[in-house]
């Protein structure tokens, strides 16, 4: 089955400068897919482009396998009917209610008013706003805002939605609940759901892939575990340090040097690299081991992490120790 969106080659500039620099990417019809990268990597860009609000500079781009590239104005609004999107500041009309705010799609795509009725009783069931219908954006919270916001992108039935920093004006608690309503989309609508965002926490909660964003171009792209498990570039290392803070930083490591004088290993952790073997064997060699800092966290059906280790004992010992983790896992040396 051919992807539901790719970006063959995609270059955009503005004025000369390459905002995205030859492109490739492909998100397959029903998945989570998430598009990380800090601010000015290009992910806005990416997703205007995919909703045709602007032009490829050059390659091409395939929705549902017709290169929008091409199409006249006429067939981009056809396009655009089955693309929803999520916005970071809701952009929900003010002096509307929330039952209007869902209807106005419908309303542009021409829906008579009973059956808009119905529609918006479903999705504002489904969102679970049923009992805010006649209040103002104003009078709800910032997660109830977005869950209008989602009601009114899934109106017309969009095969895509686009979320783009949809919960990076929410708190972590908000954004939780946030994210699993995004979730029951892509599950029991089979929406495809493109996900931007600068937070790698949003991406482990949702996203069944991922592609990294840095300068315009993918640096690194694919599943979930696999990213997380052995991310490749210094970039995608960064982002995924910030949810498992499973390596001392340059404080907790100044910390822990104070405290623990013997040498000081980082082992990575994953299912299929053991060191609890080696450990137990490191006694006999006259060689103690502390866990002094890590994290192991699962993620779908596997666990990844890494732990931070104090060995102490004679120097032989403990390099044989380093060499039989150095065996079975990725070791690195701590601050030395
Ligand atoms: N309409 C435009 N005109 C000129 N330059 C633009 C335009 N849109 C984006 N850019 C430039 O393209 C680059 C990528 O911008 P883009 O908004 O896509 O990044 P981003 O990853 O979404 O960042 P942010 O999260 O800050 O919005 C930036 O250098 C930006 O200044």
Do not use: C
């Not at 997660?143 to 708190?171: F, W, Y």
């Not at 600068?198 to 575990?225: F, K, N, T």
């Amino acid at each position: 089955m051919s992807p539901l969106i790719e970006f063959r080659g995609v270059t955009k500039s503005f004025g000369g400068t390459a905002a995205l620099s030859d492109v490739d990417l492909a998100v397959e019809a029903g998945e989570v897919f998430a598009v990380i990268g800090h601010s000015g990597a290009g992910k806005s860009t990416l997703v205007r482009l995919v909703n045709a609000l602007e032009k490829v500079t050059s390659g091409s781009l395939l929705v549902d396998g017709v290169d929008i590239t091409t199409l006249p104005e006429r067939r981009l609004r056809e396009v655009r009917l089955g693309i929803g999107m999520v916005f970071q500041q809701f952009n929900l009309f003010r002096s509307r209610t929330v039952f209007a705010n869902v209807a106005y799609p419908l309303k542009v795509a021409g829906w008579a008013k009973a059956d808009r009725a119905e529609r918006v009783t479903e999705l504002l069931n489904f969102v679970g706003l049923v009992d805010k219908a006649w209040q103002y954006p104003d009078q709800l919270s910032g997660g109830q805002k977005q869950r209008v916001g989602i009601a009114r992108a899934l109106a017309t039935n969009p095969r895509i939605l686009l979320a783009d920093e949809a919960t990076s004006a929410l708190d972590p608690e908000t954004t939780g609940e946030v994210l699993r309503l995004l979730k029951r989309v892509n599950t029991e609508f089979g929406v495809t759901i493109v996900v931007i965002t600068h937070e790698m926490e949003v991406v482990r909660e949702i996203a069944d892939r991922v592609a990294v964003l840095e300068g315009g171009r993918v640096v690194e792209v694919g599943p979930l575990h696999e990213v997380f498990a052995d991310p490749r570039q210094r970039i995608t290392q960064r982002f995924v340090q910030t949810v498992l803070r499973d390596r001392p930083d340059a404080e907790a490591l100044a910390r822990l040097r104070e405290r623990h004088p013997g040498r000081l290993v980082t082992a990575r952790l994953r299912d299929d690299q053991r060191i609890g073997a080696v450990l137990s064997a490191a006694g006999s060699r006259g060689v103690r081991f502390e866990v002094v800092h890590g994290a192991v966290r699962e993620l779908g059906a596997a666990s990844f992490g890494s732990l931070t280790l104090e060995l102490v004992g004679p120097d032989d010992g403990v390099a044989e120790v380093v060499a039989g983790l150095r065996a079975v896992t990725e070791v690195e040396e701590v601050g030395r």
